[in-house]
């Protein structure tokens, strides 16, 4: 599994304060470094750059940030983010090759915005992420984000950008609120691969848990990376503090995945009979999957 990091963007504590600094003069670049450098060391293989709107200095700040970030990691990929597309190619301007593409994160399918954006990613022979946020937004189940999925594979095809350069983002939602909107992503997941040959998929993990307690986060993301990842998931933002995730990630933990792997295929485990690690993976399967009600006390059950 891919892993892009999610922790430079502008709603962190302490990142966010040099992202709203409007003067450059008082920004702190070091700041920025020590948080890329640790994210190198944690496994990441991306970072991912998000500014937010980014509305009033974008094309100024996307463009520094960049070239602090390159100065320490000139090797890792970047993603640029921000609802600022004019931010996004002030970005792109200045992105230094790297081992890998570059990626412009995000393009939803609206007209107004992919028309724009899919040229942008061309011209600078970036990859993107194809959101699968469409013009009535959030899709309500997995027919309607292939249908999304088809609509802006056919323009960036057309624009002759090829799948192998598209990530697909089917848009991961809270559990607590949108359980069945969690399946519906593992169907989309399982027809992919039929509707675009060649297209990578990735997703902003940690929305299926948002809202639930924090102690409960961290074994939601790592449970549904799994179940994705069984289904042709190529990548996920994470966070990057979460060495447990990363180590299931890179292949370190094989007994996790084996266990949801095996509940996916249909097999029962004696769940009083696994260790406390193992049955707080089973019964959080259960619940991500509807076979049980959501709650926040799931795991003493």
């Known amino acids: 599994m891919i892993l892009f990091g999610e922790s430079l963007n502008v709603i962190s504590t302490v990142i966010g304060k040099e992202f709203k600094q409007a003067d450059p ?6 700041i920025i470094q020590k948080e890329v450098l640790k994210q190198k060391e944690l496994g990441m293989d991306y970072i991912d750059i998000n500014l937010g709107p980014a509305k009033k200095f974008g094309t100024e700040l996307m463009p520094w940030v960049v070239s602090v970030v390159q100065e320490v990691v000139p090797e890792m990929p970047l993603l640029l983010d921000s609802s600022n597309i004019d931010a996004i190619e002030a970005g792109l ?30 011209k600078y022979d970036a990859d ?12 309500r189940d997995e027919n309607e984000r292939a249908a999304l999925a088809v609509e802006l594979l056919y323009y960036a095809n057309e624009a002759g950008i090829p799948n192998e350069k598209i990530w697909v983002d089917g848009i991961v939602t809270p559990v607590n609120i949108q359980q069945q909107q969690c399946m519906s992503l593992l169907n989309f997941q399982m027809m992919l691969e039929d509707i675009a040959p060649g297209v990578r998929s990735t997703c902003g993990l940690s ?21 994705l990842e069984k289904y ?39 769940i009083p009979g696994l260790d406390k690690e193992m049955q707080d993976y089973a019964k959080t399967y259960r619940v991500i999957m509807g076979e049980t009600l959501y709650s926040d006390s799931w795991l003493e059950i």
Request: charged share 25%.
């Open 25 to 30: 003069a008082k920004r702190n670049p070091e």
């Open 93 to 122: 301007k200045v992105c230094k090759p790297a081992d890998k593409p570059h990626i412009v994160n995000s393009i939803m399918v609206r007209t107004a915005r992919y028309e724009k954006m899919v040229p942008m990613a061309a």
């Open 128 to 139: 993107f992420v194809a959101l699968m946020w469409g013009p009535d937004g959030l899709p």
């Open 207 to 227: 929305n299926i848990s948002n809202g639930p307690p924090e102690h409960l986060r961290g074994i939601l993301n790592r449970t549904y990376m799994v179940m």
């Open 232 to 270: 042709g998931m190529a990548a996920v933002i994470s966070d990057p503090l979460d060495t447990k995730l990363t180590d299931i990630a890179k292949g370190k933990r094989q007994d996790i995945v084996d266990l949801i792997y095996g509940m996916m295929d249909g097999d029962q485990p004696d």
